[in-house]
């Protein structure tokens, strides 16, 4: 006979990443709730980090990466992510995003969550998300980005507000050349029009996105919000 508390606290699954069966403990971490070998191709990012953009650097660095000093400091988005953009990583957000596979948005924002406890763990933050563009949105069904947010907001008991439209649609990054990308990216998005910014200038803005290429995107987004007054831009993507 199955104890009843079984059907409510289930101690057999599956690991969140592949079809192993695990026991899984909800309470505990989320490394406890995946396979061991999904565990060893997972390439989480370790300190030291550049303090700006979140790289993996060499301890003899200084703290902020050659790209980021390239950056005027009042364009920094200070951003972390949660593993390097391996094979196995890229194959895991191609099925959340492309593959039906949306499920994984909890773990995925989990461990996003959990990176943002170690990193970042006294900021009260106010969520958000990079948009999709309507006719991306329409044909894709979800926003990726906004899904983890949600998973996040909930785990770390913060809000989320959808703080940004996008007004032009732009093609993948990765499809474009450096110059071609940036430019199509001035000026995309704008403050959505039922925001009121005046009321979060003294909180903390951390947008959430899926894969960190180059920070352009990000720091595109961040840019109507710091002209409304936002000081400081954070971020955090699952790779990058
Ligand atoms: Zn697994
Ligand atoms: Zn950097």
């Known amino acids: 006979m199955v104890e009843w508390w079984r059907t409510f606290f289930p101690t ?8 192993t069966p695990i026991r899984r403990h909800w309470f505990s971490s989320i490394s406890k709730q995946i396979c ?6 997972l390439p989480w990012i370790g300190a030291p980090q ?6 993996e650097m060499n301890q003899r660095e200084t703290n902020i990466c050659s790209d980021c000093q390239t950056i005027h400091p009042s364009d920094w988005v200070y951003n972390r992510s949660v593993f390097a953009y391996t094979a196995f ?9 492309y593959k039906g ?16 406890e170690q990193q970042w763990t006294k900021k009260k933050f106010v969520l958000s998300y990079v948009p999709l563009h309507a006719q991306r949105l329409s044909e894709r069904g979800f926003n990726q980005a906004e899904r983890l947010a949600h998973v996040i907001g909930r785990y770390l008991r913060l809000p989320v507000v959808e703080l940004l439209v996008r007004k032009r649609m732009t093609q993948p990054q990765s499809e474009k050349g450096r110059d071609e990308r940036l430019s199509a990216l001035v000026g995309a998005f704008a403050v959505h029009p039922d925001i009121d910014l005046e009321q979060l200038v003294d909180r903390e803005i951390l947008l959430v996105d899926d894969i960190y290429t180059t920070g352009s995107t990000l720091r595109e987004c961040s840019k109507p919000l710091k002209e409304q007054g936002i000081k400081n831009v954070y971020s955090i993507t699952i790779a990058r």
Do not use: D, N
């Open 12 to 19: 057999s699954h599956t690991c969140h990443f592949c079809a």
């Open 36 to 41: 061991m070998a999904c565990q060893r191709q």
């Open 50 to 55: 550049c303090k700006v953009c979140g790289r």
């Open 89 to 97: 990583v890229k194959q895991i957000i191609w099925r959340y995003k």
């Open 101 to 116: 596979q949306e499920k994984l948005a909890v773990p995925l924002g989990r461990c996003m969550a959990e990176t943002l």
